[in-house]
Every structure is written in C-alpha cells, then in structure tokens.
Nanobody, 117 residues
Framework: QVQLVESGGGSVQAGGSLILSCVAS????????MGWFRQAPGKEREGVAS????????SYASSVKGRFTISQDHARTTVYLQMNGLKPEDTAMYHC??????????WGQGTQVTVSS
C-alpha cells in the first residue's frame, strides 16, 4: 500500500508560481510512475504531468507544457510540480497519483490551487 500526501496549494494571482509536493510512503515497482492530475468543478479530471521514477522520463499535457515542471528528489520519495505562469484556467483541485505505468492505483487527497485574474 502506497500513501500519498500532497502539499503546496494555495491562492495566487495570474502569472504567479506555486510548487506542489507529493510525498510517497514507499517506492515500489508498483508505483514506478507518478503523476499530477487536476479537476475543476464541472469538468473532467485532466492529467497534467507524469514522471517515471526509475528513469526520470517526463510527460506533460499540452495545456501546461512550458509552464509546469515535474521532478523528483534523489531518494525518489517526493515528486514536485513547479507551476509558473499560472492562469485562471489552472484553478482546480490537484491530485498526486502513483502506480505502474499502465495505470494509477494510489491517489492522494488533493490540494487546491486557485488562480485569480
């Protein structure tokens, strides 16, 4: 069982930055991929960014590419999402997830990001 705890959300003005953190309780082969997802009220959940923990390979949604950066610490226990150039449309609940690279089995409770214009 992998437990995920997110932190770092908050309220910022458009153009501002936030960094989200996700601490995983363990690193196992069943949690080699980690990702950030977001869901705004009335909208479907959207994959934002993901990272393969063993290789460090990353991928991004087109809506955030060039503005957001996903990374991990050396111990592979914490995954970060650096968010720059925030826009009001980035407002959502952000969730961290972990699993095998074919699907995510573990989810955090989420952290709210609110961007005002």
């Amino acid at each position: 069982q992998v437990q995920l705890v997110e932190s770092g959300g908050g309220s910022v003005q458009a153009g501002g930055s936030l960094i989200l953190s996700c601490v995983a309780s363990v690193y196992t082969s069943s949690s080699n991929c980690m990702g950030w997802f977001r869901q705004a009220p009335g909208k479907e959940r959207e994959g934002v960014a993901s990272i393969v923990r063993r290789s460090g390979d990353t991928s991004y949604a087109s809506s955030v590419k060039g503005r957001f950066t996903i990374s991990q610490d050396h111990a592979r226990t914490t995954v970060y999402l650096q968010m720059n150039g925030l826009k009001p449309e980035d407002t959502a609940m952000y969730h961290c997830a972990a699993g095998g690279c074919s699907g995510y089995n573990y989810w955090g409770q989420g952290t709210q990001v609110t961007v005002s214009s």
